[in-house]
């Protein structure tokens, strides 16, 4: 069955850090966009579409609304949920005392549901419709996320960490077991309706070299399957992969060596990274998600986007939330932080640029720029509707625009969930806030 959604659409067919903003921008401010069978069957200006459909054909209509492809989130923790905005120290520190501590829950399936389920709430009321998402050591944490996932019809990535060291025993695998569950669980979800699995290292300091080149050996065994990791997030971090892997050149040597880069891998953060970290992730199309909250949150650094995306040597990078490192679901509130971490390196990072980040960016950074990301024929009908009166002061503030872009900007300063109308996962509307009613509704899980 068709139906179809109207109202002002964007959406990205380029990069704008690389090629003219008019090779890549389409936008159509009374246009129509029409869905069968999970995906984007037509879209274009509603003047022209309207005739072409049944007369009972049934149209959704948005005003004083922006449609837009659904976000992308290329790094998320979701057994971090219950532990977002949790006072600590820097990294190390905030992992010894709060992220071992929740993810040992996890072995409990009733409890990885529940975390999953509001997890996934979250996203969904953001306008987040895919994430490449951390699950625990505990196979359970993954079948639990992605039976939430399937549910809803959700392109999401996931993965059971792997780590066999530098960690409380109940969280710590072998080389041998992480590798036989991470086989068992790529034939038990990879390609699994809309699911892909993820090869999991929690990051170099917590596997043993056994582990790190089992790991490798899983992932080169299974192509098309993802691999994501940490990276370069914090100076004692980087200090402590030296001194573990002292027969390697750098931290993203390890990675290397231990055949653990290339398409589809996609490591977050990258904040101290070096023209050679650059060259190598560039050399073999391994990809960065730029994590501002979460870097701001722990006091670990400043990413270069600027560098990465504009650099001589440019890596695909898409925008992360870091739960709970990070302390949003909201792509817009990530974007909010994105745009002042780049002030304080000289580059003002546009609206446009921005969006792209979060969108065709980010589905650029997971090889999945074919299928989702973009508002296109052909594409996954993944979408976001954000609300242009959202709240009081943005309805008061959007009267004062005098264009799309700075529309943009004010959503991406001002907004969070509350900006988010509706969420569309393979043509299906899963969330809808309305906001005249003052009730919010969700899809069953």
């Known amino acids: 069955m068709k139906t179809a959604i109207r109202g002002q659409i964007l959406s990205f067919q380029g990069n704008p850090f690389t090629e003219p903003m008019e090779d890549c921008l389409y936008v159509e401010e009374d246009g129509l966009l029409v869905m069968e069978n999970g995906y984007i069957s037509e879209v274009g200006p509603a003047v022209d579409l309207l005739g072409t459909l049944a007369s009972d054909t049934p149209i959704e209509v948005y005003q004083d609304a922006l449609i837009c492809p659904g976000f992308i989130d290329c790094h998320v923790h979701y057994p971090q949920t219950e532990i977002i905005g949790a006072y600590g120290a820097q990294l190390i520190d905030w992992l010894n005392k709060y992220t071992f501590v929740a993810e040992q829950k996890f072995s409990d399936k009733a409890h990885a549901s529940q975390a999953a389920e509001i997890f996934l709430k979250e996203t969904l009321r953001a306008g987040t419709t895919t994430a490449s998402v951390f699950c625990t050591v505990d196979p359970t944490s993954v079948d639990a996320f992605f039976e939430k996932s399937e549910k809803l019809n959700m392109r999401n990535i996931a993965g059971k960490v792997l780590m066999d060291r530098n960690a409380p025993d109940g969280l710590l695998d072998s080389p041998q077991t992480g590798y036989d569950q991470t086989k068992d669980l790529i034939a038990k979800w990879h390609g699994r309706g809309r699911s892909l699995y993820s090869v999991t290292p929690r990051f170099a300091p917590t596997s043993s070299p056994e582990q790190m080149e089992m790991t490798g050996a899983v992932w080169q065994e299974h192509p098309g399957t993802y691999l994501q990791s940490h990276i370069s997030e914090n100076l004692g971090e980087i200090a402590w992969v030296a001194d573990l892997y002292p027969d390697r050149n750098s931290y993203a040597d390890v990675y290397r060596h231990y055949n653990q880069l290339g398409p589809r891998a996609i490591y977050g953060h990258g904040v101290h990274f070096s023209d050679d970290d650059f060259r190598l992730f560039s050399e073999t199309g391994t990809a960065l998600a730029h994590c501002p909250t979460s870097n701001l949150f722990l006091g670990s650094g400043l990413f270069s986007i600027e560098t990465a995306m504009m650099g001589p040597n440019k890596v695909r990078t898409g925008l992360a939330t870091d739960l709970g490192g990070g302390t949003n679901f909201s792509q817009l509130v990530s974007m909010n932080e994105a745009y002042k971490i780049a002030q304080l390196a000289g580059y003002a990072l546009s609206a446009y640029h921005a969006f792209y980040l979060a969108t065709r960016g980010a589905a650029n950074a997971l090889y999945l720029d074919d299928k989702i990301g973009s508002l296109a024929k052909g594409y996954e009908a993944d979408i976001a509707v954000l609300d242009l009166k ?23 300063m001002m907004g969070d969930d509350r900006a988010n109308r509706a969420t569309y996962v393979a043509g299906e509307r899963v969330y809808f806030n309305d906001r005249e009613a003052g009730k919010e509704s969700f899809a069953e899980f």
């Not at 799309?404 to 004010?410: G, R």
């Open 390 to 412: 959202a709240t009081p002061i943005i309805d008061y503030r959007l009267d004062y625009t005098q264009s799309l872009e700075e529309t943009l900007f004010v959503l991406m």
